[in-house]
């Protein structure tokens, strides 16, 4: 079943992850549903991550997947939908090519800087992840009956790709 409900905002992600509260949304929002399908269908397996939207579509959050969603797997979000959403961010594609994002007031920033911003907010995406998956299984071990729909098939909660160059 291919659900389309957002399980983060564009809003909220400006919230967690970006110190510009007058940044442009519609940046983010073509980002968000390939992103959560990328990042956290994997993670929490399918029919979790069902549940999860249905649930969100519904307003019927069991207290539990509120906790988990609100306090784990949106804040994981936020930073994936950012780290996806850089590239765009910066560069745009036009009729006449790609031209780099620029105001008349800022000055932009040097590739290598622009690749640590990115690489830090992959390297906090991952932290999360590992937060994510470290309190569904505290869960777990106090109730065993907790998340029964969670199955992870990849334990790695880091980078498996290293420094990404730009």
Not at 6 to 26: C, K, M, T, Y
Not at 108 to 137: C, H, M, Y
Not at 144 to 157: I, M
């Amino acid at each position: 079943m291919a659900l389309t409900t957002e399980l983060i905002s564009s809003a909220q992600v400006i919230a967690q992850v970006i110190p510009n509260a007058s940044f442009d949304q519609s940046l983010l929002d073509q980002r968000i549903l390939k992103t959560q399908r990328q990042y956290v269908r994997p993670l929490i397996s399918e029919d979790f991550y069902e549940e999860l939207q249905t649930q969100v579509a519904g307003g019927s959050l069991t207290p539990a997947n509120e906790t988990l969603l609100e306090n784990y797997i949106q804040p994981m979000l936020a930073h994936y939908i950012l780290y996806e959403a850089l590239p765009s961010i910066r560069n745009n594609v036009t009729s006449s090519g790609v031209m780099d994002a620029q105001s008349d007031f800022a000055i932009p920033s040097t590739r290598s800087d622009f690749a640590a911003l990115r690489n830090q907010i992959l390297s906090d995406a991952e932290v999360w992840r590992g937060e994510v998956l470290l309190f569904i299984k505290d869960e777990q071990e106090a109730d065993s009956s907790a998340y029964p729909l969670f199955t992870n098939k990849d334990k790695n909660t880091y980078n498996k790709y290293g420094i990404i160059p730009y």
